[in-house]
Each structure stands twice: as C-alpha cells, then as structure tokens.
C-alpha cells in the first residue's frame, strides 16, 4: 500500500465508459477536514506502466462512469509520468477511484488550462485557465528597454489578465492585440488588461530583502512548456544570477495552474539566501490590505477602473515566516509581501485574484473567505493511496 500526500487542484466532466475495462489498480482519496472537495487535482503515479498502454488509461468512479484525466511527462523525456484527475469529496470522507486501461471512446476536453511562449507581443510567457490569466516577460523586452528601444518591459513582475469568460482567451486576445496595438485593453465582453504591473511585484513576483530594502531579479531568460490540458498547465522559467546587495540569488520557477483555482502554484528552487517574498502590487498605495498569519495568506482589495479585484498570496505552515507592507515613495515599488523560508533550497506559495467583474467574487470579505478555505486545504492535502 503506497500513500501519498498531495496538495494540487483542479474539475470533473463525465462521459460513459460502455466496455469492461481492465483494471490497474484502485485508489482511495481522503478528505480529513470539515470542508467539501473539489477542483483539487489528484497526480497518480504511472510511470511503471507499458508506455504502449498509457493512452488508454481512464479513472473510474465508483458508478463506473469515467472522469476527465490528463496524462503528464513532467520530465519531458517521452514518457507520461502522472495521470491527473479531480475528485469530488465530502467533508470528513472518502472516495474510491480506479484506475483502468480501457478502448472505449474518450471525449474530447478543451484545453482551459493553457499557456504559451508569445514572441509575437515581442517575448511575453502567458498562462490561464477557466477563471483567470496570468502573463510575465522575457528577455527580449528587457534588451528593448536596456537599448531605449520602445515597446518593452524591464520586469519580473506577474501581470494579471481579468477575464470573465471560461473559454480560453489567450490567443484570441493576441491575435486582436496584433491586429490594433492595444486593443486588448479594452473590455469588449470577456475581459481586459488594465492591471498594471510596471517594476512592482504584480501578483506573485519574487523579492529578497536586506536589510530595509527589496531586491529582485529581472525578466526570465529561458522557458519550458511541461502540459496544458483541461485540467493542469504547467511551465519552468528560468532567471540569470541576480544581485541582492552583495548576496548572489539562483531562482528557477516551476509554475503551473489548475481548472477551477484563481491561485497559480509557484514552486522555486532558489538558492543564496534562507528567505525569499512573494509580493503583491499596491496600485497607487491605495485599496485595503490584509493579512490572517494563522492561515498564512497576504491579501490586498482595490477598485480598478468601473469594477473592483482581490488579490493575494498563501503558503503552507513551514514556508511561511511573517509579512510586511512596504510603503515607498519610488514609482510602482510599494508592495504587500508574504514573507517564506526557503526550505532545502525551495519555497512554494500559490498567488492569484478574483475580479467582481467575473462574478466569483462580489466583495472583499468573498474573497478573503476564499483565501482562508484555500489555505486550510493546502495546509491538509487530500490523502491519496493507491492499491
């Protein structure tokens, strides 16, 4: 009997499995809190299993009725190392799944989790799912803004993209933005980009402080596209050695999104320092800030244009080491920051927003809630084991 703790998430669609499968083996997921389950992604292990079989792996519920999965190479070398599915759990129970070979037809899922290296927006990385959008940015525009060539950005920053649609938006956005420079900050129904970011910390960029002061790097130098699928996507950037006051900083982001979440999960491996902050941009140092050290999550409410955005960062109990909002004079550098241990050279933190726009959240107090019940779930992965 093989247990393994998991704390990733995501959502369920159903479709008939109308033949006798062949089943592998069964899996029993365990929700130990007061609180129902669900967009919470489960990872499987599959990597001892025929490579020539692993296209037709289903997870079964107990009616036999098969659930949207997603096969994962985490390592790129070719073979599919996980199978993700989403399991729906009551308060203080459990479910069992299983996991079979099957030929039966499978129905087609979109890809609502999706991102993409864009070079035709000079070399922005872009990520989403049905809730939200993320995007940051690469080395060519900061080489425009090192050369006073205009058009680009000097940022490692997270920008937020408000979308209120669940179908992807992401090229569609582009190709418009192609098409009229600019014209993807207009809402023309399904969202906008009006978050600015600048050198601030946006939703979940990274800083080191010494002494009284931040420091942080500059844009990605590399990237790697691991998944996207309609339950997970998931990327790796890469950062040059950057400079904090005299102590050399090593990041490298493991970043990945999962249907259902408003919160991206940033997994780093870091290295020249014992604490790393997460930060989360204060507009104009206005809107309202907020912080709940018992559930480990950093929180900021502000009105944006004609509506209103929550934003915020949560950790698990052993990374987190405290928070500061740090107030300053110079241009878009006031931030409000979760401050992490760096544990084994890594940290992990999950960042995101909720807009009222959208209709997933009507008030600060909504979102914040969500933070909480996030924070509890995070810090108490559902209990997976596998037969």
Known sequence: ????ALFLFGLSFFTSCKESPEI???ITVENKLNLDREFETVAVDISNINIEKVADLVILDKENTQLTAQLVDNDLDGKNDVILFQPNIKANSSNTYTLAISKAEKKADTAYCYSRFVPE???DYTWENNRVAFRTFGPVAQKMVEDGVKGGTLSSGIDAWLKRVEYPIINKWYKRNDAKKGAYHKDLGEGLDNFHVGVSRGIGGTAVK???SYYFSRNFTSYKTISTGPLRTSFVLTYATWDANGKQINETKHISLDYGQNLTRFEIDV??????SSGITLHNKK?????QDANFWISHWETLDDSEVGTGIVTTKPYFAGSEKYVTARKDESNHFLHLNVIDNKVVFYSGFGWKKSKQFSTQKEWENYLTDFSKKIN???IVTKL
């Not at 809107?287 to 912080?291: P, Y």
Request: charged share 25%; glycine share 8%; proline share 4%.
């Open 1 to 4: 009997m093989k247990k393994i």
């Open 24 to 26: 592998l083996s069964t």
């Open 121 to 123: 927006r000079t070399d």
């Open 210 to 212: 010494v002494d009284t």
């Open 271 to 276: 290295k020249g320092t014992n604490t790393i």
């Open 287 to 291: 809107g309202v800030t907020n912080e």
């Open 380 to 382: 108490s992965p559902l």
